[in-house]
């Protein structure tokens, strides 16, 4: 239960009071949007599904961390991973010890369980990401025809790319080959296209440098032509990629999706800040550029105030809801400090399995009533304002930006 539900401080905003005015605005807020489907715009596959899963399992999609030592000693006494086991215990009518979950879960149906959780998460559309499986995901194929909930998709941009790197002479071909790319993923219905130079360079976006991109293609399609795992890294090409690519998303008309902050260990976080962004904001050929960033945490803030002052920026909180404990719900309230609601998108980042899908959903919407609440119990906002403003968060903003009907 949200700490706010248990707030007695009446509403400042007048005197009439009707029946849904008289019990906290959280719960109120809560109950306005329980119908209301929401447009996760980004999340990711499921995992090819399975009755047992090991205490591992279930910890790994709570956790940032890729160590198994900190899975295996640390992730079960994170504040993240005790109040999943709460709700899922909830869901299942177990108590809420790791093992009593797992036992539950390994007597139901794993098509029916992943079907039902989603249901209960209230995700009308999924945007999925499947570039990234952290694991055995389901192809596109499988997941369409196995999950129940509409389904979406963007192009990973650096994976999508590294496979054009064989086939290709030169930094200018390779480049060519992935604008075709993406304009024929979107005729082929892709909504978007997601960026992770976080992960493989930096977001902090400068020139790139001509001759060091030549060098380091040769380098890096030689192992292709060998027959190696190739691996796109470094500001020279990752940069001149992303750069192509926001200038085909302007000309295409779909978002970019641009991995900030918050991810696992294989990105420095202290080059993952959105602020490195300002060229897509304000040149020219990126004028019709939308750009939403993604998870943000710990640079929330930085992302709410290039939300707040670019015009075609928005920004979601996706994962740090669920990964970050109570400090999740402060980062949505202190995003809410600059970034309009209509800028601010629904996202669960959720992967793996049907339970992190839950989660998240549960979490999100008691951290954006409990934002919204604050804000009408302080007078900042009417009742009727803050509903509107949930609805735009959880589903009008996406379905606005993606011009998307509604799921
Ligand atoms: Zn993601």
Known sequence: MP??????????????????????AVTSLLREWEDLPAVDHHCHPL?????????????????????????????????????ALRILATELGCDPAEESVLRSRAGIDPADYANRLLKKSRTGLMILDHGYSGGEAMSPEEHSATIETPQLHVVRLETAAEGLVASCNSVADWVDAARSMLRDAVDGGAVGVKTIAAYRASLQLGEPDPSRAAADFTTLRARAVAGQTVRLEGEPLCHTLLLAAAEECSRLGVLLQVHCGLGDPDEDLALANPLGLRRLFVEQRFANLKVILLHCYPFHREAAYLSSVFPNVYMDLSLAIHLAGQDGARALQEALGLCPTSKLLYATDASRLAEVYLVAAVLYREALADALGRLVDSDWLTRAEAVEAGRQVLSGNAKRVHQLAAP
Do not use: C, W
């Open 47 to 83: 995992l090819r599904l399975t009755p047992k899963l090991t205490s591992i399992d279930l910890r790994r999609p709570f956790t940032e961390a890729i160590d198994d030592n900190v899975i295996r000693e640390h992730t079960q006494h994170s504040m993240a991973y005790r109040r």
């Open 3 to 24: 700490r706010s539900q248990s707030r007695t401080r009446p509403s400042s905003s007048g005197s009439t009071h009707t029946s849904s005015e008289s019990i906290p």
